[in-house]
Each structure stands twice: as structure tokens, then as C-alpha cells.
């Protein structure tokens, strides 16, 4: 068992590596990076962008020369440079980092990523490591609280549906979970708010945020109340998809144990119906289902909480990746990319251990990784 956690940690490593060098070298190609944002800036406001970069120079001009003043007709690998002054787009390099191979940076990057250490953000004079301490919370809050509903959801939904397999209620509720699964959590997070939210009928949840601006003089109590109260309208958006497909494996994984041998012979020897699904078949159809708690975990984490977020202004990881990429804040995107991979990684191993302590017969030890 223990060499086996080894090697899965082990295995970790490499496999992070890889994420990060795939995902730098697509962003770090992609046209429009942090200095063609900040030439962008200096286009239409030359001498305050260059007084900033340069941080020299006297009250009301600059040390590098201004855009009139450097047009050079140099060609620029930079769009919107030409006319520039090839000093000032070298400062903006520097300031940046890409004055360096795009290998080196990758190099350095991940020499500090090791230390945990994701350096300062372009765009929002902070460190990267606070930005992340700061956001992480509500996204893991958002996925914990959907991975939970969904799960007290659907395995008594998939238990019942396999009890009753064939009958009215099998096929209504199976009707039902195949429009909600159709339906895209980001537009269903729309309706909610037209509908409740004063988009275009009644008022009653908030339209945005976690907790209410003067969320720090409320009572304990009315804080708890608070929270549930703005949580609402994101979490069942969360939800309406995710609980279909766990509600149709649970129901399949319950028609497969129920149709074995063991089941049959626990019946004749004058069980209840009730003994047999709670004693015999419940342990051994749920061991998949429950070990799967992190994968669901991932999965609402990586794949619902960016829309979601991003529509109800909810100030997750999600919410600042997002604003990050569309700014080219390298240094938040590709922290936030590490620290979502790492935490999945390690859900994922989470997970495989998890069948061990549902199912001590499972042996870890023999399992190559």
C-alpha cells in the first residue's frame, strides 16, 4: 500500500511537468501576450504608459522618447509597435520576462512553481500566491456543495430507479434527468435569474456575490443565513446537470449486483427484499459510486465553476482565471492552471484509495500503477 502511494506521488510530478509545458507553450505563442496589451495601452496613452514603465524622470515627462519622437520604421515582431522605439519595447520585455527564451522562462517558472512561489501579477500589483489563497475558497466551497447535493440526489433517485426498473416511475424520472442533463448549467444559471433574481419577474435571492456587503455586522447566525441565502441560485445551476449521469450509473450499478448469483441465493433462503438491497447489495454496488466522490469533486470544480462564477460575479479561482486570460496576466493563469492540475492529481489518487477503505479485498499492493 505504501509503495504504491510512493509511486503514485512519484508519478505526479512528470505528469504536472507535462501539463505546465503543453500549456505554456500554447499560451506563450498565442498572439496578443502582456507586452502587445501594454503597447495597446501606450497607443493611446503614450506618456503616462511610459512614465510607468520607466519609472524615471521628472514630474510631467519621460526618459524614453515618446511616439512621435521614435518613429524609426524599425519592424516589430510586436503587433501595433511600429513607430515605437526598439529601447522602450526591450523595457517592456524586461519588464515582463520575455527578454528571455521562451525555455528559460519556462525554466524559471517552474523553479519557483516548486517553491510555491507564482511570483507578481502584471496587471494587479499583488502577489500571485495571494490572489489564489484568496479566491480558492469559494470555488472548493461552490464544488464541495455541488458534489454533495448531487450525490444525496441521485444515489437514492438511482436506487429507486433500479428497485423499480421498468415501471411508471423508471421511465418519468428517467425523462426528467435526461431534459435537466440537456440543459447546459450556464443557461439554466440565466433562467434563475430572470426568473428570481429581478432579471425580469420577482426579487428573491441576490444577483450576485457570495455573502452581502455588510456581511461582517450580522450575527453568526445571520451570517450562516446570509451565505445559504446568496448560495442558492449558483448551486442549483451547478446542479441541474450534474446529478444525471450519477443517477443513471447508480441505477446500473445496482441492476448489475441485484442480478447476481449471491442476490438470488440471499432470497431463498427467505431474506426481506429489504435485508438483501440494504445488507447485500448496497455495499457492493456502491463501492464505484462512492469511490468516484473526488473524480465528481473534479469535475464540479474544473467544469462548472467558471460560468458560474463568471455569471453570478462570484470572486472564485474560476472567476480569476478567467479575468486573467482575457487580460494576459501569464503569471495568475498559469498558477491558477498549477494549482487546479495538482489538486486534481491528487483527487485522483484520493479516489483510487478510496476503494481500498470502502473494499479491503482490493490490494493495492499487488496493482502496478
Do not use: C
Not at 88 to 96: A, D, G, M, R, S
Not at 105 to 130: A, C, P, Q, T
Not at 292 to 309: D, Q
Amino acid at each position: 500500500m505504501i509503495s504504491y502511494i510512493i509511486r503514485r506521488i512519484l508519478l505526479i510530478i512528470p505528469t504536472l511537468i507535462g501539463i505546465m509545458i503543453i500549456n505554456f507553450f500554447i499560451i506563450q505563442s498565442a498572439p496578443g501576450g502582456p507586452v502587445e496589451r501594454l503597447i495597446a495601452q501606450v497607443r493611446g496613452t503614450e506618456v503616462r504608459a511610459t512614465q510607468r514603465i520607466s519609472g524615471t524622470g521628472g514630474e510631467g515627462e519621460s526618459q524614453t522618447p515618446s511616439v512621435a519622437e521614435s518613429d524609426t520604421g524599425a519592424v516589430s515582431k510586436y503587433r501595433g509597435a511600429q513607430g515605437l522605439d526598439p529601447e522602450f519595447i526591450k523595457e517592456i520585455e524586461q519588464l515582463y520576462g520575455f527578454d528571455k527564451p521562451m525555455y528559460k522562462r519556462f525554466l524559471v517558472m517552474m523553479g519557483n512553481y516548486l517553491r510555491f512561489d507564482f511570483g507578481d501579477s502584471f496587471f494587479r500589483d499583488r502577489k500571485v500566491m495571494e490572489l489564489v489563497a484568496e479566491k480558492l475558497p469559494v470555488s472548493i466551497t461552490l464544488g464541495l456543495w455541488t458534489t454533495m447535493i448531487v450525490y444525496l440526489i441521485s444515489i437514492p433517485l438511482g436506487v429507486r430507479k433500479a428497485v423499480r426498473d421498468g415501471e411508471p416511475f423508471d421511465v418519468w424520472t428517467s425523462f426528467v434527468v435526461t431534459v435537466t442533463y440537456a440543459i447546459p448549467g450556464f443557461l439554466f444559471a440565466i433562467l434563475l435569474i430572470i426568473l428570481f433574481a429581478g432579471g425580469s419577474f420577482i426579487r428573491i435571492f441576490p444577483l450576485r456575490g457570495l455573502v452581502s456587503e455588510d456581511w461582517q455586522t450580522f450575527t453568526w447566525y445571520m451570517k450562516i443565513v446570509d451565505y445559504l441565502w446568496h448560495i442558492v441560485l449558483p448551486i442549483t445551476a451547478s446542479v441541474i446537470g450534474g446529478f444525471a449521469g450519477l443517477t443513471m450509473f447508480t441505477k446500473n450499478s445496482f441492476l448489475e449486483e441485484i442480478n447476481k448469483q449471491y442476490v438470488v441465493t440471499a432470497r431463498a433462503k427467505g431474506l426481506t427484499e429489504r435485508k438483501v438491497l440494504v445488507s447485500h447489495v448496497f455495499r457492493n454496488a456502491m463501492l464505484i459510486v462512492i469511490a468516484g466522490f473526488p473524480s465528481a469533486f473534479i469535475s464540479a470544480l474544473f467544469t462548472g465553476t467558471l460560468l458560474i462564477e463568471v455569471i453570478f460575479s462570484l470572486d472564485g479561482l474560476g472567476l480569476l482565471g478567467f479575468e486573467s486570460a482575457i487580460n494576459r496576466d501569464y503569471p495568475v493563469v498559469f498558477a491558477t492552471l498549477f494549482v487546479f492540475s495538482l489538486l486534481g492529481l491528487i483527487l485522483n489518487l484520493l479516489g483510487d484509495l478510496m476503494y481500498m477503505f470502502i473494499d479491503p479485498r482490493i490490494d493495492f499492493e499487488s496493482r502496478e500503477v
